[in-house]
């Protein structure tokens, strides 16, 4: 090899040598009783009532195992550090895509409330006689499908329906 | 055989028959193998995430049913698995290790590999098998997915919506058990490449990968079984 081959401005002894790591037997054994222990842990742990704190308990002991079969079995403890960068970049993702729907799923009752999300047309059309602007007034199908169900014409006495209409329009909505 | 790092022989002269030409050294071909495979899994765990988010939705919108429903899975069987699997994963890392310490062209250092992917194969047998019991049991119970859920015509009475808890079970379960079966067909290849006398501490980022590939399937196993079975 003439070329020679730097990491933080110094040259690498035999860059291209294989650096395979052997683990002892020892460890693969001791990794795997931790394992077992760790199961028999959370099967007892579910059998007594931890209430809510059982499942971030269940969660932590997983993680523990987790992170004994990647670093010792899988070998990122001893492994080359984009390897585990792979990984950790991988959970990361995982932990936006869970971050994200379930902050969504927490915060849209409560988003839906505040814009009456499935209230607002009917309400809109129901109180003041105004067409939906977007949507449904776009579609002639829906459009007639809307008046038909609402009567097509609006004035006094559809205050009393719009209570009933908008409960049973929106049912189906809720979870 | 201590923790040493040892250094396998990249001497100039001599050239490895299983390096491939594009490819300089042995440490980058297998470094190159390697990271594909990882890769590869970080699809694999994107994958399932999508399954694992919906198991917790699911819990979020339905918490009385899904703990209502859980009850009805069989701890002992969930348990049993997981222990066949955290053993096959020790048998399959050992397996591994054969391969890193063994002797080219070696018969005895090939069966020492052979016989530890036989008894990872085994375990992986052994885990379908209970799965088999357990699914039975479930499909005489009427305990499945959407419009199949018949478990109230016998006599079963969970409250809420069980199909749905049950075909996320199904779902993840299923899935999983299919990587199962991937993975036992992958030890095969490997154990006739094994046969063939190809892997040595000269060679064996294939039996490697296998292995990674292996430990995630147990991975995945070690977050469903407490979702699933245990927790309240």
Known sequence: ?175 | MSNAHSHAAHTTGEHNPHLAHHFDTMGQQAGAAKLGMWLFLATELLMFSGLFLAYFVIRGFYPDMVLGAHEYLSKTAGGINTCVLLFSSYTMAMAVRSAQVGRPNNQEDAARIKKYLILTLLCAGIFLVVKYFEYSAKFEHGMLPGKFYTAHLHGYDIEGLPHIFFGVYFFMTGLHGFHVVIGMAIMVWIYLRASRGEFSEQNYAAVENAGLYWHLVDLIWIFLFPLLYLVK
Do not use: C
């Open chain 1, 1 to 175: 090899m003439s070329d020679k081959v730097f990491l933080n401005g110094k040259v690498v002894e035999h860059p291209h040598e294989i650096h395979h790591h052997v683990s002892p037997v020892r460890h693969y054994q001791v990794v795997l009783g931790a394992l077992f222990v760790l199961t028999g842990l959370t099967y007892a742990v579910s059998f007594a009532s931890l209430g809510p704190a059982s499942l971030p308990v269940a969660m932590l002991v997983a993680t523990i195992k987790a992170s004994l079969v990647v670093g010792y079995f899988m070998h990122l403890k001893y492994d080359d550090r984009y390897n585990l960068f792979v990984f950790l970049g991988t959970l990361i993702f995982i932990g936006i895509f869970f971050g994200f729907t379930l902050f969504d799923l927490e915060s849209r009752d409560a988003l839906n409330d505040d814009q009456r999300t499935f209230t607002r047309v009917e309400e809109d059309f129901n109180n003041t006689g105004v067409k939906p602007a977007v949507g449904i007034s776009n579609d002639p199908q829906r459009l007639a499908e809307f008046e038909a169900k609402h009567g097509g014409e609006h004035g006094a006495g559809h205050g009393a329906e719009a209570g009933a209409g908008g409960e049973a329009g929106h049912g189906g909505a809720e979870h």
